[in-house]
């Protein structure tokens, strides 16, 4: 039979992975695509396809591990917007 303390130890423990979940960076090197977003100037269709991206997978998307294909399999998300977000993305990059 599990204890109130251990049903206690066990909620500060799934507490702290919720809080560790959501001010998730790692090595300060990655970036969450649904901050990149807010902070990118992109077309409608490309902000609108890459917000649904990041609803999909619970916020916990990074832009740095967005490839072709995993793009071009979001709704609304074809060549064209593929070539606006390489394009922002590796003018970020170099800023």
Not at 4 to 27: C, G, P, S, T
Not at 38 to 66: A, Q
């Amino acid at each position: 039979m599990i204890t109130r303390e251990q049903y206690n130890e066990a909620l500060d423990i799934v507490e702290a992975y919720h809080n560790q979940l959501f001010n998730l960076k790692i090595n300060n090197s990655k970036e969450l695509l649904r901050d990149w977003i807010e902070r990118v100037e992109l077309s409608t269709r490309t902000y609108n396809g890459l917000r649904r991206m990041s609803e999909w997978n619970d916020g916990l998307m990074f832009v740095e591990d967005i490839n072709k294909n995993t793009f071009l399999k979001g709704k609304d998300l074809g060549v064209n917007s593929w070539r606006e977000f390489a394009e922002e993305r590796e003018y970020r990059k170099t800023k």
